[in-house]
Protein backbone atom coordinates (compact mmCIF):
# COMPACT_ATOMS: atom_id res chain seq x y z
CA UNK A 1 0.00 0.00 0.00
CA UNK A 2 1.12 3.31 -0.74
CA UNK A 3 2.77 5.42 1.95
CA UNK A 4 0.29 8.45 1.93
CA UNK A 5 -2.63 5.83 1.86
CA UNK A 6 -0.92 3.79 4.74
CA UNK A 7 -0.56 6.92 6.46
CA UNK A 8 -4.60 8.23 6.30
CA UNK A 9 -5.50 4.63 7.33
CA UNK A 10 -3.14 4.54 10.46
CA UNK A 11 -4.62 8.53 11.63
CA UNK A 12 -8.62 6.57 11.29
CA UNK A 13 -7.36 3.48 13.63
CA UNK A 14 -5.37 5.43 16.24
CA UNK A 15 -7.78 8.72 16.11
CA UNK A 16 -11.11 9.54 18.02
CA UNK A 17 -13.50 6.46 15.44
CA UNK A 18 -15.48 4.59 16.66
CA UNK A 19 -14.50 0.84 17.75
CA UNK A 20 -17.01 -0.40 15.00
CA UNK A 21 -15.32 1.88 12.26
CA UNK A 22 -11.74 0.59 13.48
CA UNK A 23 -12.62 -3.36 13.55
CA UNK A 24 -13.71 -2.86 9.66
CA UNK A 25 -10.74 -1.18 9.10
CA UNK A 26 -8.98 -4.05 10.79
CA UNK A 27 -10.73 -6.71 8.42
CA UNK A 28 -10.27 -4.84 5.15
CA UNK A 29 -6.73 -5.28 5.97
CA UNK A 30 -6.71 -8.77 6.19
CA UNK A 31 -9.10 -9.52 3.82
CA UNK A 32 -9.44 -7.24 1.24
CA UNK A 33 -6.52 -4.47 0.83
CA UNK A 34 -7.60 -3.58 -2.10
CA UNK A 35 -10.99 -2.33 -1.25
CA UNK A 36 -9.13 -0.88 1.40
CA UNK A 37 -7.05 1.25 -1.04
CA UNK A 38 -10.52 2.24 -2.40
CA UNK A 39 -11.34 3.43 0.30
CA UNK A 40 -8.93 5.53 1.53
CA UNK A 41 -7.03 6.62 -1.55
CA UNK A 42 -8.40 10.24 -2.13
CA UNK A 43 -11.03 12.14 0.16
CA UNK A 44 -14.23 12.10 -0.88
CA UNK A 45 -14.50 14.86 -2.60
CA UNK A 46 -17.45 18.04 -1.84
CA UNK A 47 -17.96 19.03 -5.20
CA UNK A 48 -20.61 21.84 -6.09
CA UNK A 49 -23.38 19.16 -5.68
CA UNK A 50 -22.16 17.87 -2.11
CA UNK A 51 -21.16 14.25 -1.30
CA UNK A 52 -21.52 11.02 -2.83
CA UNK A 53 -20.15 7.95 -2.36
CA UNK A 54 -19.92 4.50 -1.56
CA UNK A 55 -20.86 3.84 2.04
CA UNK A 56 -18.76 1.93 3.90
CA UNK A 57 -15.19 2.77 6.31
CA UNK A 58 -13.05 5.76 5.04
CA UNK A 59 -12.35 9.01 3.77
CA UNK A 60 -13.41 8.00 0.19
CA UNK A 61 -16.61 7.13 1.56
CA UNK A 62 -19.79 7.66 2.87
CA UNK A 63 -19.67 7.36 6.81
CA UNK A 64 -20.87 9.63 9.89
CA UNK A 65 -16.98 11.31 9.77
CA UNK A 66 -16.88 12.05 5.79
CA UNK A 67 -20.95 13.58 6.39
CA UNK A 68 -19.67 15.16 9.79
CA UNK A 69 -17.29 17.14 8.30
CA UNK A 70 -18.87 18.23 5.40
CA UNK A 71 -21.63 19.71 8.03
CA UNK A 72 -19.22 21.30 10.13
CA UNK A 73 -17.56 23.20 6.61
CA UNK A 74 -21.16 24.24 5.74
CA UNK A 75 -22.06 25.33 9.31
CA UNK A 76 -18.42 27.11 9.41
CA UNK A 77 -19.51 29.16 6.09
CA UNK A 78 -23.11 30.00 6.95
CA UNK A 79 -21.99 31.32 10.08
CA UNK A 80 -19.82 33.46 8.28
CA UNK A 81 -22.73 34.70 5.83
CA UNK A 82 -25.10 35.28 8.34
CA UNK A 83 -25.82 37.40 10.80
CA UNK A 84 -28.33 36.74 13.54
CA UNK A 85 -30.33 33.94 14.03
CA UNK A 86 -29.24 31.12 11.33
CA UNK A 87 -31.84 28.22 10.24
CA UNK A 88 -31.78 25.15 8.33
CA UNK A 89 -34.18 22.24 7.07
CA UNK A 90 -32.87 18.10 6.89
CA UNK A 91 -34.54 15.17 5.20
CA UNK A 92 -33.61 12.10 4.32
CA UNK A 93 -34.81 9.84 1.24
CA UNK A 94 -35.32 5.00 1.99
CA UNK A 95 -31.84 4.57 1.32
CA UNK A 96 -30.32 2.66 4.28
CA UNK A 97 -28.20 4.77 6.59
CA UNK A 98 -29.68 8.05 5.22
CA UNK A 99 -31.87 8.29 8.19
CA UNK A 100 -28.46 7.98 10.63
CA UNK A 101 -26.78 10.44 7.79
CA UNK A 102 -29.69 13.15 8.72
CA UNK A 103 -29.55 13.21 12.10
CA UNK A 104 -25.31 13.44 11.73
CA UNK A 105 -26.35 16.48 10.00
CA UNK A 106 -28.61 17.86 12.48
CA UNK A 107 -26.61 17.41 15.38
CA UNK A 108 -23.58 18.82 13.96
CA UNK A 109 -25.86 21.97 12.98
CA UNK A 110 -27.50 22.18 16.36
CA UNK A 111 -23.90 21.51 17.83
CA UNK A 112 -22.97 24.71 16.28
CA UNK A 113 -25.73 26.80 17.47
CA UNK A 114 -28.02 26.89 13.77
CA UNK A 115 -31.58 26.03 14.88
CA UNK A 116 -32.52 23.00 12.87
CA UNK A 117 -35.61 21.57 11.23
CA UNK A 118 -35.58 17.74 10.69
CA UNK A 119 -38.15 15.84 9.10
CA UNK A 120 -39.53 12.84 11.18
CA UNK A 121 -38.99 10.42 8.78
CA UNK A 122 -38.30 10.04 4.88
CA UNK A 123 -39.50 13.08 2.60
CA UNK A 124 -39.04 13.40 -1.26
CA UNK A 125 -36.16 16.18 -2.11
CA UNK A 126 -38.74 18.69 -3.30
CA UNK A 127 -40.40 19.06 0.05
CA UNK A 128 -37.12 19.96 1.37
CA UNK A 129 -36.05 22.66 -1.42
CA UNK A 130 -39.98 23.77 -0.77
CA UNK A 131 -39.56 23.25 3.40
CA UNK A 132 -36.19 26.16 3.10
CA UNK A 133 -38.74 28.40 1.45
CA UNK A 134 -41.67 28.22 3.54
CA UNK A 135 -39.85 28.02 6.85
CA UNK A 136 -37.51 30.81 5.73
CA UNK A 137 -34.03 28.81 6.55
CA UNK A 138 -30.70 30.52 5.39
CA UNK A 139 -30.04 26.66 3.98
CA UNK A 140 -30.58 23.18 3.82
CA UNK A 141 -29.32 19.68 3.40
CA UNK A 142 -30.81 16.33 1.70
CA UNK A 143 -29.49 12.76 2.25
CA UNK A 144 -30.20 10.94 -0.49
CA UNK A 145 -28.27 9.22 -3.73
CA UNK A 146 -31.10 10.00 -6.00
CA UNK A 147 -31.26 6.98 -8.21
CA UNK A 148 -27.42 5.25 -7.78
CA UNK A 149 -26.74 1.61 -7.13
CA UNK A 150 -27.84 0.69 -3.12
CA UNK A 151 -24.14 0.72 -2.35
CA UNK A 152 -24.19 4.73 -2.63
CA UNK A 153 -25.23 7.34 -0.46
CA UNK A 154 -25.04 11.58 -0.41
CA UNK A 155 -25.49 14.33 0.90
CA UNK A 156 -26.44 17.85 -0.85
CA UNK A 157 -26.74 21.18 0.65
CA UNK A 158 -28.91 23.91 -0.75
CA UNK A 159 -29.13 27.71 0.05
CA UNK A 160 -31.71 30.25 1.36
CA UNK A 161 -33.62 29.81 -2.09
CA UNK A 162 -34.31 26.50 -2.22
CA UNK A 163 -31.59 25.70 -4.83
CA UNK A 164 -28.24 23.65 -4.66
CA UNK A 165 -25.39 25.48 -4.15
CA UNK A 166 -24.29 28.05 -7.06
CA UNK A 167 -21.34 30.44 -7.22
CA UNK A 168 -19.54 32.11 -5.08
CA UNK A 169 -21.17 29.97 -2.24
CA UNK A 170 -20.35 26.14 -4.07
CA UNK A 171 -16.72 26.92 -3.94
CA UNK A 172 -16.68 28.88 -1.04
CA UNK A 173 -18.50 26.22 0.98
CA UNK A 174 -16.33 23.70 -0.47
CA UNK A 175 -12.84 25.73 0.84
CA UNK A 176 -14.56 25.50 4.37
CA UNK A 177 -15.43 21.89 3.94
CA UNK A 178 -11.64 21.53 3.02
CA UNK A 179 -10.32 23.74 6.15
CA UNK A 180 -11.63 20.50 8.53
CA UNK A 181 -8.69 18.64 9.03
CA UNK A 182 -9.59 16.19 11.23
CA UNK A 183 -12.84 14.58 13.31
CA UNK A 184 -11.92 16.68 16.21
CA UNK A 185 -12.86 19.80 14.50
CA UNK A 186 -16.55 18.49 14.27
CA UNK A 187 -18.87 19.68 17.06
CA UNK A 188 -20.33 16.48 17.33
CA UNK A 189 -23.55 16.84 19.94
CA UNK A 190 -24.36 19.16 22.31
CA UNK A 191 -27.03 21.42 20.56
CA UNK A 192 -29.61 19.07 20.91
CA UNK A 193 -32.47 21.49 22.29
CA UNK A 194 -31.89 23.30 18.83
CA UNK A 195 -33.48 20.78 16.70
CA UNK A 196 -37.32 20.37 15.93
CA UNK A 197 -39.02 17.82 14.17
CA UNK A 198 -41.11 18.80 10.85
CA UNK A 199 -43.95 17.12 8.93
CA UNK A 200 -47.67 16.86 8.58
CA UNK A 201 -48.02 20.83 8.70
CA UNK A 202 -45.26 21.50 5.82
CA UNK A 203 -46.72 18.49 3.87
CA UNK A 204 -49.99 20.24 3.87
CA UNK A 205 -48.34 23.46 2.48
CA UNK A 206 -46.39 21.22 -0.04
CA UNK A 207 -49.45 19.29 -0.88
CA UNK A 208 -51.15 22.72 -1.46
CA UNK A 209 -49.23 24.34 -3.44
CA UNK A 210 -49.03 21.29 -5.86
CA UNK A 211 -52.68 22.15 -6.25
CA UNK A 212 -52.30 25.49 -7.03
CA UNK A 213 -50.31 24.41 -10.35
CA UNK A 214 -53.15 23.30 -11.75
CA UNK A 215 -54.30 24.99 -15.01
CA UNK A 216 -57.71 22.70 -16.12
CA UNK A 217 -59.26 21.25 -12.44
CA UNK A 218 -62.34 21.02 -14.32
CA UNK A 219 -61.03 18.62 -17.00
CA UNK A 220 -59.59 16.59 -13.65
CA UNK A 221 -63.64 16.39 -12.32
CA UNK A 222 -64.78 14.88 -15.96
CA UNK A 223 -62.02 12.89 -16.17
CA UNK A 224 -61.18 12.00 -12.49
CA UNK A 225 -61.62 8.20 -13.64
CA UNK A 226 -58.04 8.12 -15.23
CA UNK A 227 -56.74 5.26 -14.80
CA UNK A 228 -53.59 5.66 -12.90
CA UNK A 229 -50.93 3.31 -12.06
CA UNK A 230 -47.65 4.94 -9.50
CA UNK A 231 -44.71 3.15 -8.24
CA UNK A 232 -42.62 4.99 -5.79
CA UNK A 233 -39.78 2.32 -6.83
CA UNK A 234 -39.48 1.81 -2.98
CA UNK A 235 -38.70 5.49 -2.28
CA UNK A 236 -40.33 8.82 -0.71
CA UNK A 237 -42.89 9.24 -3.35
CA UNK A 238 -44.93 7.34 -1.34
CA UNK A 239 -45.09 9.92 1.56
CA UNK A 240 -47.22 12.29 -0.88
CA UNK A 241 -47.91 11.30 -4.81
CA UNK A 242 -51.05 9.12 -3.51
CA UNK A 243 -51.88 11.92 -1.44
CA UNK A 244 -51.12 15.03 -4.17
CA UNK A 245 -53.05 13.05 -6.81
CA UNK A 246 -56.23 12.41 -4.26
CA UNK A 247 -56.24 16.30 -3.65
CA UNK A 248 -55.95 16.73 -7.93
CA UNK A 249 -59.52 14.77 -7.97
CA UNK A 250 -57.88 11.54 -9.06
CA UNK A 251 -59.93 9.02 -7.62
CA UNK A 252 -58.49 5.60 -9.73
CA UNK A 253 -55.35 4.99 -8.88
CA UNK A 254 -53.66 2.32 -8.61
CA UNK A 255 -50.38 1.86 -6.47
CA UNK A 256 -47.55 -1.01 -7.23
CA UNK A 257 -47.81 -3.09 -3.85
CA UNK A 258 -44.78 -4.94 -4.60
CA UNK A 259 -42.54 -1.37 -4.22
CA UNK A 260 -44.55 0.59 -2.29
CA UNK A 261 -42.86 -0.11 0.53
CA UNK A 262 -40.52 2.25 1.30
CA UNK A 263 -36.25 0.08 1.48
CA UNK A 264 -32.99 0.77 0.79
CA UNK A 265 -32.06 -2.40 -0.36
CA UNK A 266 -34.54 -1.78 -2.95
CA UNK A 267 -35.32 -5.86 -3.28
CA UNK A 268 -37.52 -5.85 -6.97
CA UNK A 269 -34.62 -3.91 -8.89
CA UNK A 270 -30.99 -3.88 -9.97
CA UNK A 271 -31.09 -0.52 -10.12
CA UNK A 272 -34.04 2.21 -8.83
CA UNK A 273 -33.77 4.39 -11.79
CA UNK A 274 -37.17 5.39 -13.70
CA UNK A 275 -35.43 5.82 -16.39
CA UNK A 276 -34.68 1.95 -16.84
CA UNK A 277 -37.04 -0.81 -18.81
CA UNK A 278 -36.27 -3.44 -15.64
CA UNK A 279 -37.00 -0.78 -13.07
CA UNK A 280 -40.53 -0.01 -14.37
CA UNK A 281 -41.40 -3.81 -15.59
CA UNK A 282 -43.62 -4.54 -12.47
CA UNK A 283 -45.53 -1.39 -13.21
CA UNK A 284 -45.62 -2.07 -16.79
CA UNK A 285 -47.28 -5.18 -16.17
CA UNK A 286 -49.40 -3.61 -13.87
CA UNK A 287 -50.17 -1.24 -15.93
CA UNK A 288 -50.91 -3.90 -19.06
CA UNK A 289 -53.44 -6.07 -16.78
CA UNK A 290 -55.62 -2.99 -16.06
CA UNK A 291 -56.04 -1.52 -19.37
CA UNK A 292 -54.42 1.97 -17.61
CA UNK A 293 -54.73 4.89 -19.21
CA UNK A 294 -50.94 6.42 -17.96
CA UNK A 295 -48.40 4.53 -15.61
CA UNK A 296 -45.50 6.78 -13.62
CA UNK A 297 -42.53 5.93 -11.34
CA UNK A 298 -40.47 8.07 -9.15
CA UNK A 299 -36.87 7.44 -7.79
CA UNK A 300 -36.08 7.05 -4.20
CA UNK A 301 -36.31 10.79 -3.27
CA UNK A 302 -39.01 11.56 -5.91
CA UNK A 303 -37.08 14.46 -7.74
CA UNK A 304 -37.09 12.05 -10.91
CA UNK A 305 -40.17 10.84 -13.12
CA UNK A 306 -40.53 7.76 -15.64
CA UNK A 307 -43.76 7.56 -17.46
CA UNK A 308 -45.61 4.98 -19.47
CA UNK A 309 -48.05 5.12 -21.96
CA UNK A 310 -49.37 3.31 -24.91
CA UNK A 311 -48.42 3.84 -28.51
CA UNK A 312 -50.11 4.51 -31.45
CA UNK A 313 -50.27 0.75 -31.96
CA UNK A 314 -51.77 0.50 -28.60
CA UNK A 315 -48.24 -1.38 -27.28
CA UNK A 316 -47.07 0.27 -23.44
CA UNK A 317 -43.79 2.43 -24.39
CA UNK A 318 -41.90 3.98 -22.08
CA UNK A 319 -40.94 7.80 -22.55
CA UNK A 320 -37.83 9.39 -22.24
CA UNK A 321 -36.94 12.59 -20.33
CA UNK A 322 -36.99 14.69 -23.83
CA UNK A 323 -40.37 13.49 -24.59
CA UNK A 324 -41.74 13.93 -21.37
CA UNK A 325 -40.28 17.37 -21.02
CA UNK A 326 -41.59 18.27 -24.45
CA UNK A 327 -45.59 17.26 -23.17
CA UNK A 328 -44.87 19.27 -20.41
CA UNK A 329 -43.39 22.64 -21.66
CA UNK A 330 -46.08 22.67 -24.28
CA UNK A 331 -48.92 21.63 -22.35
CA UNK A 332 -47.93 24.62 -19.89
CA UNK A 333 -47.22 26.95 -22.62
CA UNK A 334 -50.67 25.94 -24.45
CA UNK A 335 -53.19 25.15 -21.56
CA UNK A 336 -51.99 28.71 -19.92
CA UNK A 337 -52.67 30.72 -22.65
CA UNK A 338 -56.50 28.54 -23.79
CA UNK A 339 -57.06 29.21 -20.31
CA UNK A 340 -56.58 33.25 -20.26
CA UNK A 341 -53.66 32.88 -17.67
CA UNK A 342 -50.60 32.83 -19.47
CA UNK A 343 -48.74 36.10 -19.19
CA UNK A 344 -46.64 38.70 -21.19
CA UNK A 345 -43.41 37.93 -19.68
CA UNK A 346 -43.68 34.24 -19.44
CA UNK A 347 -40.39 32.33 -19.54
CA UNK A 348 -39.39 28.39 -19.79
CA UNK A 349 -35.84 26.97 -18.91
CA UNK A 350 -34.17 24.01 -20.26
CA UNK A 351 -30.37 22.54 -20.09
CA UNK A 352 -27.72 22.53 -22.91
CA UNK A 353 -28.24 18.53 -23.26
CA UNK A 354 -32.33 18.70 -23.26
CA UNK A 355 -34.06 18.55 -26.80
CA UNK A 356 -33.72 22.01 -28.94
CA UNK A 357 -37.23 20.98 -30.17
CA UNK A 358 -38.73 22.74 -26.74
CA UNK A 359 -36.87 25.93 -28.20
CA UNK A 360 -39.56 25.32 -31.00
CA UNK A 361 -42.59 25.29 -29.12
CA UNK A 362 -41.60 28.47 -27.32
CA UNK A 363 -40.88 30.26 -30.19
CA UNK A 364 -43.66 29.67 -31.91
CA UNK A 365 -45.89 31.17 -28.51
CA UNK A 366 -43.45 33.84 -28.45
CA UNK A 367 -42.20 32.71 -25.28
CA UNK A 368 -38.42 33.40 -23.81
CA UNK A 369 -36.53 29.65 -24.04
CA UNK A 370 -33.53 30.18 -21.69
CA UNK A 371 -30.61 27.45 -21.87
CA UNK A 372 -28.48 26.74 -18.47
CA UNK A 373 -25.77 24.22 -17.80
CA UNK A 374 -27.02 20.68 -16.88
CA UNK A 375 -28.43 21.15 -13.23
CA UNK A 376 -31.21 22.36 -11.73
CA UNK A 377 -29.79 24.55 -9.60
CA UNK A 378 -28.46 27.09 -12.88
CA UNK A 379 -32.42 26.40 -13.44
CA UNK A 380 -33.19 27.76 -9.80
CA UNK A 381 -30.82 30.74 -10.05
CA UNK A 382 -31.62 31.81 -13.58
CA UNK A 383 -35.39 32.38 -11.96
CA UNK A 384 -33.97 34.22 -8.75
CA UNK A 385 -31.95 36.57 -11.26
CA UNK A 386 -35.09 36.98 -13.83
CA UNK A 387 -37.34 37.49 -10.32
CA UNK A 388 -40.04 40.38 -10.34
CA UNK A 389 -39.08 40.98 -14.56
CA UNK A 390 -39.80 37.38 -16.05
CA UNK A 391 -42.50 35.17 -14.75
CA UNK A 392 -41.21 31.40 -15.05
CA UNK A 393 -43.59 29.05 -16.05
CA UNK A 394 -41.92 25.32 -16.01
CA UNK A 395 -38.21 23.99 -16.19
CA UNK A 396 -37.09 20.67 -17.22
CA UNK A 397 -33.74 18.27 -18.32
CA UNK A 398 -33.87 15.25 -20.12
CA UNK A 399 -32.64 13.48 -16.68
CA UNK A 400 -36.32 12.69 -15.92
CA UNK A 401 -36.53 15.88 -13.89
CA UNK A 402 -39.17 18.79 -13.99
CA UNK A 403 -40.26 21.81 -12.22
CA UNK A 404 -43.45 23.55 -11.93
CA UNK A 405 -43.65 26.86 -10.81
CA UNK A 406 -41.31 28.62 -8.21
CA UNK A 407 -42.26 27.91 -5.23
CA UNK A 408 -39.59 25.16 -5.35
CA UNK A 409 -36.05 25.22 -6.65
CA UNK A 410 -35.21 21.71 -7.33
CA UNK A 411 -36.76 19.35 -9.77
CA UNK A 412 -39.90 17.66 -8.45
CA UNK A 413 -41.43 14.26 -9.17
CA UNK A 414 -44.50 14.54 -7.25
CA UNK A 415 -45.84 17.42 -9.07
CA UNK A 416 -44.72 16.04 -12.25
CA UNK A 417 -46.69 13.21 -11.49
CA UNK A 418 -49.85 15.47 -10.51
CA UNK A 419 -49.32 17.72 -13.90
CA UNK A 420 -49.00 14.55 -16.41
CA UNK A 421 -51.93 12.80 -14.93
CA UNK A 422 -53.71 16.48 -16.07
CA UNK A 423 -52.14 16.30 -19.40
CA UNK A 424 -52.86 12.43 -20.01
CA UNK A 425 -56.96 13.66 -18.72
CA UNK A 426 -56.96 16.84 -20.97
CA UNK A 427 -55.85 14.79 -24.18
CA UNK A 428 -58.14 12.10 -22.80
CA UNK A 429 -61.04 14.95 -22.52
CA UNK A 430 -60.36 15.37 -26.65
CA UNK A 431 -60.24 11.76 -27.50
CA UNK A 432 -56.31 11.74 -27.59
CA UNK A 433 -53.82 10.40 -25.44
CA UNK A 434 -50.39 11.58 -24.57
CA UNK A 435 -48.76 9.67 -27.33
CA UNK A 436 -51.19 11.02 -30.00
CA UNK A 437 -50.51 14.66 -28.81
CA UNK A 438 -46.51 13.82 -28.95
CA UNK A 439 -46.77 13.02 -32.74
CA UNK A 440 -49.21 16.14 -33.27
CA UNK A 441 -46.26 17.99 -31.79
CA UNK A 442 -43.25 16.11 -34.17
CA UNK A 443 -45.44 16.91 -37.52
CA UNK A 444 -45.70 20.79 -35.96
CA UNK A 445 -42.45 21.50 -34.54
CA UNK A 446 -39.72 18.73 -36.21
CA UNK A 447 -39.24 15.51 -35.21
CA UNK A 448 -36.35 15.25 -32.72
CA UNK A 449 -35.03 12.41 -31.48
CA UNK A 450 -32.55 11.85 -28.62
CA UNK A 451 -30.25 9.04 -27.18
CA UNK A 452 -27.81 8.91 -24.34
CA UNK A 453 -24.81 7.01 -24.02
CA UNK A 454 -22.82 6.19 -20.91
CA UNK A 455 -19.56 5.30 -20.42
CA UNK A 456 -18.15 4.18 -17.02
CA UNK A 457 -14.50 4.20 -16.04
CA UNK A 458 -14.36 3.11 -12.43
CA UNK A 459 -11.35 2.82 -10.06
CA UNK A 460 -7.90 5.67 -9.00
CA UNK A 461 -7.48 5.82 -13.30
CA UNK A 462 -11.38 6.12 -13.98
CA UNK A 463 -11.25 10.23 -13.76
CA UNK A 464 -7.67 10.34 -15.94
CA UNK A 465 -9.25 8.29 -18.46
CA UNK A 466 -12.17 10.57 -19.09
CA UNK A 467 -10.52 13.63 -18.58
CA UNK A 468 -7.89 12.35 -21.59
CA UNK A 469 -11.12 11.36 -23.76
CA UNK A 470 -12.13 15.22 -23.68
CA UNK A 471 -8.99 16.33 -24.35
CA UNK A 472 -8.99 14.55 -27.63
CA UNK A 473 -12.02 15.92 -28.47
CA UNK A 474 -10.92 19.38 -27.75
CA UNK A 475 -7.46 18.92 -29.21
CA UNK A 476 -8.68 16.65 -32.55
CA UNK A 477 -12.34 18.35 -33.58
CA UNK A 478 -13.72 15.32 -35.96
CA UNK A 479 -14.29 17.37 -39.46
CA UNK A 480 -17.22 15.32 -40.27
CA UNK A 481 -19.28 12.35 -38.08
CA UNK A 482 -21.58 10.36 -40.15
CA UNK A 483 -20.60 12.02 -43.27
CA UNK A 484 -22.02 15.30 -42.00
CA UNK A 485 -19.74 18.55 -41.96
CA UNK A 486 -19.12 19.68 -38.08
CA UNK A 487 -20.05 23.71 -38.37
CA UNK A 488 -19.97 24.33 -34.91
CA UNK A 489 -17.77 23.40 -31.49
CA UNK A 490 -18.94 24.54 -28.25
CA UNK A 491 -16.90 24.43 -25.60
CA UNK A 492 -18.64 25.24 -22.13
CA UNK A 493 -14.85 24.79 -20.40
CA UNK A 494 -13.10 27.58 -22.16
CA UNK A 495 -17.09 29.31 -22.86
CA UNK A 496 -16.26 29.55 -26.79
CA UNK A 497 -18.11 28.88 -29.33
CA UNK A 498 -16.05 27.93 -32.77
CA UNK A 499 -17.79 28.46 -36.19
CA UNK A 500 -15.46 25.99 -37.90
CA UNK A 501 -15.99 27.40 -41.11
CA UNK A 502 -14.89 30.93 -40.52
CA UNK A 503 -12.78 30.14 -37.62
CA UNK A 504 -14.27 32.94 -35.99
CA UNK A 505 -15.35 32.12 -31.77
CA UNK A 506 -17.98 33.89 -29.57
CA UNK A 507 -18.42 34.02 -26.24
CA UNK A 508 -20.79 31.36 -24.39
CA UNK A 509 -23.02 33.29 -22.04
CA UNK A 510 -22.59 30.55 -19.16
CA UNK A 511 -20.60 29.63 -16.15
CA UNK A 512 -18.07 27.58 -17.41
CA UNK A 513 -18.81 23.85 -17.27
CA UNK A 514 -16.60 20.54 -19.11
CA UNK A 515 -18.90 20.11 -21.48
CA UNK A 516 -18.44 19.97 -25.44
CA UNK A 517 -20.64 20.21 -28.11
CA UNK A 518 -20.34 19.41 -32.26
CA UNK A 519 -23.05 20.93 -34.55
CA UNK A 520 -23.25 19.01 -37.74
CA UNK A 521 -24.76 20.71 -41.39
CA UNK A 522 -27.38 17.70 -41.23
CA UNK A 523 -28.99 19.51 -37.88
CA UNK A 524 -27.66 17.33 -35.63
CA UNK A 525 -25.94 17.25 -31.73
CA UNK A 526 -24.27 15.47 -29.89
CA UNK A 527 -22.82 16.28 -26.46
CA UNK A 528 -19.90 14.97 -24.48
CA UNK A 529 -19.86 15.62 -20.55
CA UNK A 530 -18.53 14.08 -17.59
CA UNK A 531 -20.66 13.18 -15.01
CA UNK A 532 -20.79 15.06 -11.69
CA UNK A 533 -21.61 12.39 -9.44
CA UNK A 534 -20.73 9.02 -11.30
CA UNK A 535 -17.25 7.97 -12.60
CA UNK A 536 -18.95 7.78 -16.24
CA UNK A 537 -18.89 10.19 -19.15
CA UNK A 538 -21.89 10.50 -21.06
CA UNK A 539 -22.45 11.47 -24.35
CA UNK A 540 -26.29 13.16 -25.70
CA UNK A 541 -26.96 12.55 -29.48
CA UNK A 542 -30.19 14.36 -30.99
CA UNK A 543 -30.81 13.95 -34.75
CA UNK A 544 -34.10 15.63 -36.33
CA UNK A 545 -36.14 15.29 -39.55
CA UNK A 546 -39.42 16.67 -40.71
CA UNK A 547 -42.65 14.91 -39.86
CA UNK A 548 -44.81 15.84 -42.97
CA UNK A 549 -47.86 13.33 -41.14
CA UNK A 550 -48.74 10.82 -38.66
CA UNK A 551 -48.72 8.26 -40.80
CA UNK A 552 -45.27 8.81 -41.67
CA UNK A 553 -44.11 8.15 -37.93
CA UNK A 554 -42.68 4.89 -37.76
CA UNK A 555 -40.50 5.44 -41.33
CA UNK A 556 -39.07 8.90 -39.92
CA UNK A 557 -38.47 6.92 -36.27
CA UNK A 558 -36.29 4.36 -38.16
CA UNK A 559 -34.31 6.79 -39.76
CA UNK A 560 -33.32 8.54 -36.86
CA UNK A 561 -32.87 5.72 -35.29
CA UNK A 562 -30.59 4.15 -37.94
CA UNK A 563 -28.79 8.02 -37.58
CA UNK A 564 -27.95 7.98 -34.14
CA UNK A 565 -27.00 4.55 -34.60
CA UNK A 566 -24.70 5.56 -37.52
CA UNK A 567 -22.99 8.42 -35.53
CA UNK A 568 -22.46 6.32 -32.34
CA UNK A 569 -19.92 3.66 -34.72
CA UNK A 570 -18.32 6.63 -36.36
CA UNK A 571 -16.82 8.39 -33.29
CA UNK A 572 -16.00 4.65 -32.09
CA UNK A 573 -18.77 4.69 -29.03
Known amino acids: MDASIQ ?69 NYLKQQIQGEIKVAIAHDSRNNSRFFAETTANVFAANGIKVFLFESLRPTPELSFAIRYLHCSGGVVCTASHNPKEYNGYKAYWNDGGQLVPPHDKDVIKEVEKIASVDDVKWSGGEANITSIGAEVDKAFINMVKGLSVYPEVIARQHDLKIVYTPIHGTGIMLVPETLKQFGFTNVHIVEEQAKPDGNFPTVAYPNPEERETMSIGLKKAEELNADILLGTDPDADRVGIGVKNHKGEWVLMNGNQTAVLAFNYMIEARKAKGVAKPNDMVVKTIVTTDMIHNIADASGIKCYDVLTGFKYIAELIKEKEGKENYVVGGEESYGLMFGSQIRDKDAVSAVAMLCEMAAYEKDKGNSLFDKLIELYVKFGFYKEQLTSITKKGMNGQAEIAAMMEEYRKNVPKAINGSEVLHLLDYETSTAHNLKTMETTPIQLPKSNVLQFILADGSKISARPSGTEPKIKFYFSVNSKLNSAAEFDKVSAELDSRIKNIIADMKL
Open 7 to 75: EKVNKWLNGNYDQATKDEIRRLEKENPAELTESFYQNLEFGTGGLRGIMGVGTNRMNKYTVGMATQGFA
